[in-house]
């Protein structure tokens, strides 16, 4: 029989074994992470010299990737976007209509609430704009509601432009 005693009793116990695995974690985490910060105090003569490479970035001419973009790569890679935006003209998601795209003035779809800094920009959404907001929106557009993190390869933005591109344009 469970009364209510050996219920507090019960529950008391797990509450007292979580405490004790949690601070058995934080001083096993204190003891295996420990960071050094100063010089190494041994270092051991191979008889080389150490080679230090810098690798240059190369600045791609964007317009070359997008001319050998894959429009059915960038049909998979709109999947990502997909969740927020449509491309039916008129049909806004979570984010604007993308139909159409490429050409269009910046923040003009109706019946949308962009974010002000959207609003505020001019000009049109060419490759190159989409492909620098794509790329990374919160820098391209600092303060923007867009909760994309970007996309890194410009291989795969090229082919995304490409398929937006091809719909409605």
Known sequence: ML???TA???VAALCGALLIFLLGNWVSDGLYHVQFNGEQSYIIDT?????TETADVEDVDFSIVLASAE????????????ACHKLEDGMNGTGPHLYSIIGRTKASV????YSDVLAGMDGEWTPENLNNFIENPRAYAPGTTMGYAGMRKIE???NLIAYLGSVGN
């Open 3 to 5: 009364d209510t005693m």
């Open 8 to 10: 507090t009793k019960t």
């Open 47 to 51: 008889g080389e010299e150490e080679e």
């Open 71 to 82: 429009v059915d790569k960038g049909a998979r890679l709109f999947r990502q976007c997909s």
């Open 110 to 113: 109706d019946d949308f609430g």
């Open 156 to 158: 795969d933005r090229a």
